[in-house]
């Protein structure tokens, strides 16, 4: 299982801290895919973390990953 | 030298990170809440983070200033939670041995901030409240990757 951590408007959209996909390995496209059929987020703007770093549509995420989704960020 | 907080910034504290017997110059940018953004009232903002990430970004914006600037030392305090106006969110303080390098790294600093940490602010108005940063409010990603800028 993959756990994927929430923010924000994210985190009041889908109701959870953390999102759980039954998948042990993906890839960020298709993650953004998954979350975007099931929860009907707007995945256009997120991006994917992995480990703390931002990650491209083509890299994998597997189940000891630590993953969040970025919306735009509103700091400073 | 990078940190997200829950408590008051002491601005004292940042600086004093910085200050060392090279450094001629130390310049600080505070971030305080604003109370009105285009006419519009504010009466309280929220700021939450993706405390691990963001100090890895903080300290990432950091080293982007060590290559541009390799004399200069920062240090970044960001706060999350409930601010009043008038609260700081955050310090950034940078020292160099001359005054207009510490200038220049200081605004790249709070730039980057703006670009690449995952902090989000939400508003909350007399009429209601928004989280700031959704695609209405901001460019998306489009290019898949946070956008770099240079610095002047």
């Known amino acids: ?16 801290d953390t999102i759980t996909l039954d998948q042990t390995s993906l890839s ?19 991006m994917v973390a992995i480990n703390e770093e931002y990650a491209a549509p083509e890299d994998r995420v597997s189940e000891k990953d630590r993953v ?6 509103s700091g400073g | 030298m990078y940190r997200i907080t829950s408590q008051p910034i002491e601005v004292e504290e940042v600086t004093k990170k910085v200050i060392r017997p090279e450094a001629g110059a130390v310049v600080n940018f505070i971030g305080t809440v604003r109370e009105f953004t285009k006419g519009k009232k504010t009466l309280s903002l929220q700021y939450e ?92 990603y489009s290019n898949g990757e946070p956008g770099e800028v240079k610095p002047s």
Not at chain 1, 1 to 16: D, K, N, P, S, Y
Not at chain 2, 58 to 65: H, N, R, S, T, Y
Request: charged share 30%.
């Open chain 2, 49 to 140: 983070a993706y405390p691990e990430m963001a100090e890895k970004q903080l300290k990432k914006i950091g080293d982007e200033i060590k290559e541009n600037w390799p004399d200069a030392v920062t240090a970044i305090t960001h706060r999350t939670g409930k601010l009043a106006i008038s609260d700081i969110a955050v310090v950034i303080a940078v020292s160099t041995p001359h005054r207009k390098d510490a200038y220049l790294a200081n605004e790249y600093a709070i730039e980057r901030i703006k670009q690449i940490v995952p902090i989000w602010k939400k508003e909350y108005w007399e009429d209601g409240e928004e989280w700031i940063g959704d695609q209405l409010e901001k460019t998306p």
């Open chain 1, 68 to 73: 969040a989704l970025i919306p735009p960020v």
């Open chain 1, 1 to 16: 299982m993959i756990h994927i951590q929430c923010f924000a408007h994210l985190r009041e959209q889908t109701g959870q």
């Open chain 1, 28 to 46: 960020v496209a298709e993650l953004l895919a998954e979350l975007s059929a099931r929860y009907a987020i707007e995945t256009e703007s997120l």
